[in-house]
């Protein structure tokens, strides 16, 4: 799995739970999130499936 950073994998952020595939994969971009419609707060917390960047990692093309 890519990783975002230059941190250990021990110490990599956690992926948001609604990326349909990991950051970085082939074919793969941004997408809004569709629990929170791209705000990233839901009842004025965090979305829990985006972590709150109103965005998930999705798959674009017919890998």
Do not use: Y
Not at 2 to 18: A, W
Not at 30 to 43: K, N, T, Y
Request: proline letters at 17%; aromatic letters at 0%.
């Amino acid at each position: 799995m890519s990783q975002p950073n230059d941190l250990p994998n021990d110490q990599q952020p956690p992926e948001p739970k609604g990326d349909e595939v990991p950051v970085g994969s082939p074919q793969s971009a941004p997408g809004i999130c569709p629990e929170c419609g791209g705000s990233g707060r839901i009842a004025e917390r965090p979305c829990p499936t985006c972590g709150g960047s109103g965005t998930i990692n999705v798959l674009v093309g017919d890998a």
